[in-house]
């Protein structure tokens, strides 16, 4: 009986690639995609790299792989996963026989945006409009020559802020659909 556990332990070896195999060419095309995509939002490279290898991945990966696979420290791998769990890009997956915590990629674009907006942008413009209008004020004590054309340039951020602001809720109720 303990041979035929042997037996299916090790058909399942041969089955699934080792997690501590090299990159491939599509990894590290699909990775690539991610850290550019993330580079448009600001967003560590290390986050791009763990959601993308996760993202394209036939199976779950824990923690150590993405480490070994993708030269990252302990450190850098734990927060980037806390973070895309609190985003929801990652969620936990049981691996029977397998004790360590596995990830896998979560692909619906909807919720990764509408909680990335949430979650990322709208704090950020609410606190751009409290530090215009403190911005506004200080203008205010400028030399009358120069205050002009400041003032206008500010006006300009607040009106691209508002803008922002209402568009948002527009987009995200797009995406819930």
């Known amino acids: ?42 967003q560590p490279r290390s986050l791009a790299e763990i959601y993308g290898l996760l ?52 692909a619906e674009l909807r919720n990764l945006l509408t909680r990335f907006l949430r979650d990322q942008i709208v704090p950020h413009l609410e606190n751009g409009q409290a530090r215009l209008t ?5 203008v205010k004590q400028l030399p009358a020559g120069d205050r002009a054309r400041v003032q206008a340039r500010v006006t300009m951020l607040q009106s691209w802020g508002k803008r922002g602001k209402r568009f948002l809720p527009l987009v995200m109720t797009i995406l819930d659909r």
């Open 55 to 106: 993202f394209i991945s036939a199976h779950p990966l824990a923690m150590d792989h993405l480490i070994e696979r993708l030269k990252l420290s302990k450190g850098s791998a734990s927060q980037g996963l806390k973070f895309l769990r609190n985003m929801g890009a990652v969620k936990t997956v049981y691996v029977p026989g397998d004790r360590r915590v596995h990830y896998e990629a979560v």
């Open 134 to 138: 403190r911005i506004a004020g200080m």
């Open 1 to 42: 009986m303990a041979l035929i556990g042997q037996h299916k332990d090790a058909l399942a070896n041969l089955r699934r690639p080792s997690p501590a195999a090299p990159l491939t060419a599509l990894e590290t095309e699909i990775i690539d995609l991610f850290v550019q995509v993330s580079g448009l939002f600001g």
